[in-house]
């Protein structure tokens, strides 16, 4: 179920309280978390909910099919459905009576504070091993579905533009194959602001058992993706908690991109200087 009515979403509180005790014991802890916390479920990853339950990832898959969502994602769709006004699954602090300037100020507000909060969370170690291991690889892929693919294109493309054989894997079947042909001398990023998209995730996993250098870009707290990831870069988005993957995190994910290019072209100036450029040429021919 990737789409519920409002009543539907109200009743799934009530349904995991009454039928919660009757189920399986790792069921019911699942269930007992989810019934008793749900905004706090809103903002956590599977893996996250799997520690406070202790349980599984597949046993939560396992619950949310039972009560007829498809998957975790959906689950925290339908809760923030439930729990929030309508409006507020547009943007957190908005109401219907808003003008333009109000609507304006708030979303200006809630990406400025993401941009601050990733910056503050950046970790400067993380930042310069990823810098390494690009600078080392023969080949880098990047990976990304969905909203994250065009961040994903992006990173390529400006790597492109420095002279690295860096390419962006954006379909799902071709990720998995090429990440089976991955060695230790590529590395790859995958990104992806939730971390536990199943298809970058394989792909990662992929790479990382093939030997490749693994790089991720998601959000701050644990995450399936961070396992196969040798090195990890967290955003942080603050309207996430009713918005899952809204344009705040793009933002963020783009900010990391934009200072791991710029570092990468710091450490060899001369010859990023050289390739951009050779693209800049390139380019110009194309524009009147």
Do not use: W
């Not at 005790?21 to 802890?29: E, K, N, W, Y």
């Not at 310069?128 to 961040?151: H, W």
């Not at 492109?160 to 590529?186: E, N």
């Not at 995450?223 to 963020?252: D, F, G, I, K």
Request: glycine share 4%.
């Amino acid at each position: 179920m990737t789409a519920v009515d409002a009543a539907s979403a109200r009743e799934l509180l009530p349904r995991l309280r009454h039928l919660g005790p009757r189920l399986p014991p790792t069921a019911a802890r699942i269930a007992k978390v989810i019934a008793e916390r749900p905004e706090e479920v809103i903002r956590m990853s599977i893996t996250e909910l799997a520690e406070h339950a202790n349980a599984s990832e597949g046993s939560i898959v396992g619950l949310c099919r039972r009560f007829g969502v498809s998957g975790f994602q959906d689950l925290k769709i339908v809760l923030a459905r439930g729990l929030v006004d309508p409006v507020k699954t547009i943007q957190e602090d908005l109401h219907e009576d808003d003008d333009a300037a109000t609507v304006a100020d708030c979303v200006f507000a809630a990406h400025a504070a993401s941009l601050t909060d990733t910056r503050r969370m950046l970790d400067l170690h993380a930042l310069a091993t990823a810098v390494r291991i690009i600078r080392q690889a023969r080949r880098i892929e990047i990976y990304g579905i969905g909203s994250a693919a065009p961040v994903a294109e992006d990173l390529a493309y400006r790597l492109l533009q420095l002279g690295f054989d860096a390419r962006p894997v954006i379909d799902s079947h071709v990720q998995s194959v090429s990440a089976t042909m991955t060695d230790a001398r590529v590395a790859t990023v995958t990104v992806s602001h939730s971390g536990s998209t199943i298809e970058t995730v394989l792909a990662t996993r992929l790479a990382r058992a093939a030997g490749a250098r693994t790089i991720g870009i998601t959000r701050v707290g644990k995450s399936p993706l961070q396992r196969h990831c040798e090195v990890v870069l967290h955003t942080a988005a603050a309207e996430t908690r009713y918005r899952p993957e809204a344009m705040s995190s793009r933002l963020a994910q783009l900010a990391i991109v934009d200072t791991l290019v710029s570092c990468c072209a710091l450490s060899d100036p001369k010859k990023s200087a050289k390739n951009l450029e050779k693209s800049l040429r390139a380019i110009a021919a194309k524009r009147f």
